[in-house]
């Protein structure tokens, strides 16, 4: 594989592979950000990966009271699913369960998208028939009423098919200090990009997944080639001074979105240096034959 | 443009003369437009001089109280009368514009679906309701009246914004089957009078409350900032009209009930 270096760091001629997903935002509000933070944080928690939890949702961005539907602090959540239906199905348990029952919440669309999910339309029925339908100019709301008030809810957000996910970046470096460092670096710049979230703990993932496994059921593993303790055993893609590969997993409302994304991480880990950070920069992909979106590393340096 | 050459001797249907109606007639076909309702015939060229090109809008230079239907039906453009209009101003108008700056009379918006009707003045009785024998009133739109209304404004309003910024008389939002109500300035007896659902905002106590509202306390949601801020999106109000410590009166309980009274505080 050829590659380049740049600031010492190698970066790999390679691409990372990604696929189109069904995508929807919302907008939780609450009396203080703290609130607001903790129903988004019990909404996204388990939701790393579709593999196993039906969706990958994070917040995308933290909104302050001047940019909020009703004018109190919020953030927008995005939430990402392989097909339409269950993206419809998660998000009303989701924000059921977590916004819902949040002290003091209210939930708005956060995104226009082509056609309408249920979101207060569903959960309206919560108000054993005391909820009541507001319609402000083009904008439907519910509100339910509960122990500490109403819950506002609006009656639908939008999708969009236009999502990616499953970009990613690899960072190989030569202790697990070194690998942790840059990828806290590179998933605080990434994550200031619009649009985008880092779905795994922390916005990294240590457990590299590849298709398959030698037992019937599962349909991924362990990314041995990647693995550094199983270096001298099978086919491994690291050399002799890499001690730990972290990756950083990205998903965004628009390929564009996902593609800075990737560029900001790239970027961070050059600046960062091979001494502090990675030795070598790489992407997983899937020869191409399973994902619709490639991005070539050597196209997203600074 | 049609400039009123004198008081119309006896009420005239203007519902003929919208944007929509009008396009493509030149000025002999338009006045000859019958707007009179007796033997005399009155057509357009009686009662107005006409002048400039038939577009988008339309004025009407000088109103009087006998002008009704004016914007009757209409579903785009824009309708603007310098002076008063008569009965069932902007009746079942779909879309577009009709300001009057003047005074309206009974029945302004009936059943209006869509758009947005503005009248400077005030409003006879009626606004935005339903005309004998319909089953609902005003199902969408925005109906600014910003002078005083007469009694049972938003009769039967099933959907869409009424707001009343100078008072109004007895009985508003009877009857109301859901929509939205907004009154500054004191209302009159039992607002809310029949009310199955829907929303009556008062930024002060009315005159009476209908003892079928049971007063459910302080009411704190997230939801009226939404509306704070839609009425002066809309140009309705300058300032945020719910405030922290509006009371909610729950009702009307002689019906459906699921239906609120908001009196902002300060009221």
């Not at chain 1, 990675?278 to 600074?302: I, M, T």
Request: hydrophobic share 40%; proline share 4%; glycine share 16%.
């Amino acid at each position: 594989m050829q590659s380049m270096t740049v600031n010492g760091v190698l970066i790999d001629d390679t691409f990372a592979e990604a696929f189109g997903m069904r995508a929807t935002a919302i907008i939780v509000t609450a009396p203080t950000m703290k609130w607001a933070l903790e129903a988004a944080r019990s909404m996204t928690g388990f939701a790393t990966s579709v593999i196993g939890c039906g969706c990958e949702a994070a917040i995308d961005v933290e909104l302050p009271p001047s940019e909020t539907p009703d004018g109190r602090p919020g953030c927008r959540i995005l939430i990402f699913a392989v097909s339409t239906d269950e993206l419809q199905k998660q998000l009303l348990k989701r924000v059921g369960q977590c916004v819902l029952t949040s002290p003091g919440s209210a939930c708005f669309a956060g995104l226009e998208g082509i056609e309408p999910l249920k979101l207060g339309a569903a959960l309206r029925y919560f108000g054993d028939g005391w909820q009541i339908s507001k319609k402000i100019g083009d904008r439907h709301y519910w509100r339910i009423p509960v122990m500490d008030g109403e819950f506002v809810c609006e009656a639908t957000t939008g999708l969009t098919k236009s999502a990616v996910g499953g970009g990613n970046l690899l960072f190989l470096a030569g202790s697990h200090e070194q690998a942790l460092a840059v990828a806290e670096a590179a998933a605080e710049t990434m994550r200031k990009i619009a649009g985008v979230i880092l779905p795994f703990p922390g916005g990294v993932v240590r457990s590299g997944s590849k298709v398959g496994s030698k037992y019937k059921g599962m349909t991924a593993s362990t990314n041995d080639a990647y693995a550094p303790s199983l270096r001298g055993q099978v086919e491994s893609a690291l050399d002799a001074n890499v001690n730990a590969v972290l990756e950083i997993v990205i998903d965004g409302e628009t390929s564009e979105a996902v593609a800075a994304a990737m560029a900001a991480g790239l970027r961070t880990a050059i600046e960062l240096g091979p001494e502090r950070g990675a030795l070598r920069v790489s992407a997983g992909n899937y020869g191409g034959k399973l994902g619709k979106f490639q991005y070539h590393l050597k196209d997203l340096l600074p | 443009m049609f400039t009123l050459v004198s008081e119309p001797p006896e009420r005239l249907d203007l519902s003929p003369l919208t944007p929509h109606k009008l396009a493509g007639m030149g000025r002999p076909e338009i006045e000859k437009i019958k707007l009179g309702l007796s033997k005399r015939g009155l057509a357009v060229g009686d009662l107005f001089r006409v002048s400039g090109d038939v577009g988008e809008t339309i004025v009407f230079e000088g109103g009087s109280s006998r002008f009704d239907g004016v914007g009757s039906g209409m579903g785009e453009g824009e309708i603007r009368v310098n002076g008063d209009a008569g009965a069932q101003a902007g009746c079942k108008m779909a879309g577009g514009t009709i300001v009057i700056e003047g005074s309206a009379g009974p029945h302004a918006g009936s059943g209006m679906s869509g758009g947005r009707l503005e009248i400077t003045g005030s409003a006879g009785d009626f606004a935005g309701g339903p005309l004998a024998g319909e089953m609902a009133g005003m199902s969408g739109g925005v109906l600014i009246v910003r002078g005083r209304a007469g009694d049972q404004a938003g009769d039967r309003m099933r959907r869409g914004l009424l707001a009343i910024l100078g008072g109004c008389g007895d009985y508003a939002g009877s009857r109301m089957i859901a929509g939205t109500l907004v009154v500054l300035g004191r209302a009159g007896h039992m607002p809310g009078y029949l009310l199955r659902r829907g929303t009556v905002l008062l930024d002060q106590l009315p005159e009476s409350i209908s003892p079928s509202f049971i007063e459910s306390g302080k009411w704190d949601s997230a939801f009226a900032p939404l509306i704070n801020r839609h009425l002066i999106s809309e140009g309705i109000l300058e300032t945020p009209l719910l405030r922290k410590g509006t009371i909610r009166f729950c009702g009307d309980n002689a019906v459906l009930g699921k239906g609120e009274i908001l009196v902002s505080a300060g009221g």
